[in-house]
């Protein structure tokens, strides 16, 4: 048994220097989002990819997305940036017939494409749609890869509606199983990993009526803030941190910068130094210097009055 995987750009990622390489001391000046620092989406099972398929249609800066199935079909979900199919490399229909058994050999058979997925990875959010054979069968073995190739993970699962029956209660099983990852315990344990669950009866509940797209949309909104506000904006505004602190350390303390200076007589002359004019800022730090100032008072003569 294979993998068959379909790529949707040719992407120079996996070629860019450094890639999938520790951060030494200082790297930080000139990182690449996306490249050095990689965020990578991966939905997993039916339910999951139609989530995925919302929030690749957002276009969250940085995000790669990769959706996995054991339905052939996803080779032609053109949003993602790359698609697996688990199963034989000629792409011939594999039915699970639901079953997680079956969804976990396809999964296992495929680890070694689904480690290059992950390899080098930073901020992995992982989102699986449980109760059927690739949810509830492969889910837990891509968290075990995706917890042995990246940095920090976060993980979704989405559990089907209570009229669903069986599908419903497989989902429950998944769920407890995942707590026997060692390596997602492990990473649970120093804080570089995490489990939400999306229950769509809690949400039927507590929206009442929904059409089946908005329960996708609904999910996607969740996630993407989540992408949002937990991985890209806080590395965004780190990267920027840094690389302002290296400019300001730069930029010499004494002069304007070019596109700052008079137009017509350049910059301005320097102010006068001596005994009489101490200078303002030391040569070496940006700090005003210590100026001691004496203040001498005469006496003046007293007007005489006319006798």
């Known amino acids: 048994m294979g993998v068959y995987e379909a790529e949707r750009v040719q992407s120079d990622r996996n070629s860019a ?38 929030i690749a249609r957002r276009h969250i800066r940085h995000l790669e997305t990769v959706a996995i199935n054991c339905d052939p079909k996803v080779q032609g979900f053109d949003d993602y940036d790359r698609r697996v199919y688990l199963g034989p490399d000629s792409g011939a229909e594999v039915d699970t ?33 449980l109760g059927g054979g690739a949810g509830s069968g492969a889910f837990p073995y891509l968290l075990d890869v995706a917890c042995r190739h990246s940095e920090v993970l976060s993980a979704f699962v989405i559990k089907p509606f209570r009229c669903e029956g069986e599908r419903r209660a497989l989902a429950d099983r998944t769920i407890a199983r995942l707590q026997f990852v060692d390596s997602f315990v492990e990473r649970q344990e120093s804080g570089h990993a995490s489990l939400s669950t999306l229950d769509n009866e809690s949400l039927a509940r507590a929206q009442g009526h929904l059409a089946f797209h908005e329960v996708s949309r609904h999910w996607a909104g969740v996630i993407e803030r989540h992408i949002e506000t937990s991985f ?22 004494n002069r304007l910068p070019e ?21 303002l800022l030391p040569a070496a730090t940006g700090r005003p210097a210590e100026v001691e100032l004496t203040f001498e008072v005469e006496p003046q003569a007293r007007p005489v009055s006319p006798s």
Do not use: C, K, W
């Open 97 to 129: 017939g639901g079953s997680a058994v079956v969804g976990g050999v396809l999964a296992r058979a495929a680890e070694p494409a689904l480690e290059r997925i992950f390899h080098g990875a930073t901020f992995v959010i992982l989102v699986g749609s």
């Open 232 to 253: 890209v904006a806080p590395v965004e505004a780190l990267v920027e941190a840094v690389q302002m602190t290296r400019v300001a350390t730069e930029l010499p303390m």
């Open 259 to 279: 596109a700052e200076a008079p137009a017509l007589g350049g910059y301005p002359p320097a102010p006068p130094s001596g005994p009489d004019f101490p200078p």
């Open 17 to 54: 220097p450094g890639y999938g390489e520790p951060i030494e001391d200082g790297g930080y000046d000139n990182l690449r989002l996306g490249q050095d620092v990689r965020f990578v989406l991966v939905a997993v099972g039916g339910g999951a990819i139609r989530v995925g398929r919302e």
